[in-house]
Structures are given as C-alpha cells and as structure tokens.
C-alpha cells in the first residue's frame, strides 16, 4: 500500500515537471528523484517489511540507481545523495548494483569524506556477512 502512494506521488510530481534541457536543472531533479524513492523505500521496508528480494524492492533501488545515474560524481552533489547511496547499497542483493553503489562512494572518499568511507565499510561487512537485516 505504501509503496502504491509513493507511486501516485511520484507520478503526480512528474506531471508537474516542465520539460528543461539545463543540466543543472536534470541534475537536481535526479537528486530530488533519488530522495524522493530512498524515502519511500525507507518506508516500505520499516511498515511492510517485505523481503529485500520482493519486487517492490527491487522496483524501487532500480529507480533509485536511474536517479543517481542522472548525478555527477562531484562533492555537492555526492553529500546531498549520501542518504539514497546507503539505501541502495543496504537493500539490493544484486552485485551490479552493490558495485555502482561502491565505486560511486569509493569516488567519493578521494575528497575524504569520513562518511563515505564508514558507508563502504559498513557495506563490505554486511555484503561479506551475508545476514538480512
């Protein structure tokens, strides 16, 4: 249920959306994006606990990788999607997603940004554990 209200505003956002070719103006849409359905993944999970291999899962981290796909790999921008970043990597089993979620944060950490080395290092425990949470 939760997860088919955050569709609804998700489309209703994107009715709203005017059509723009600036690049900042994608990129901030794609962190909003990105936000908007860690949120809603967030959510899902702590209300409906579905497992982290049900579709609605992995409909979502798809939609979350898209959005961060739209984000440069700068410092602004990479602190703003911290958040969204963990979630991907927290909740997919899939290892092409795990590694776009590593190497983006591995990007990161050339600035060094304690917290993104403390999320890849918690990520390599939680992979290597192979627990569900």
């Not at 209703?12 to 809603?40: C, K, M, Q, W, Y």
């Not at 609605?56 to 410092?75: D, P, R």
Request: charged fraction near 20%.
């Amino acid at each position: 249920m939760l997860f088919e209200i955050g569709s609804v505003i998700c489309a209703a956002i994107s009715l709203g959306a005017t059509p723009t070719s600036s690049g900042d103006s994608l990129e901030l849409r794609s962190i909003h994006l990105s936000f908007e359905n860690s949120v809603i993944r967030h959510l899902d999970c702590r209300i409906q606990t579905p497992p982290r291999n049900h579709e609605s899962v992995k409909e979502s981290i798809s939609k979350l990788i898209a959005a961060m796909k739209g984000i440069h790999c700068s410092l602004l921008q990479m602190i703003s999607v911290l958040w969204p970043m963990f979630i991907v990597g927290w909740e997919t089993y899939d290892t092409n997603e795990r590694e776009f979620s590593h190497n983006r944060i591995g990007d990161m950490q050339i600035h060094g940004m304690g917290k993104f080395t403390r999320a890849r290092e918690l990520w390599s425990k939680f992979w290597a554990s192979t627990t569900s949470l």
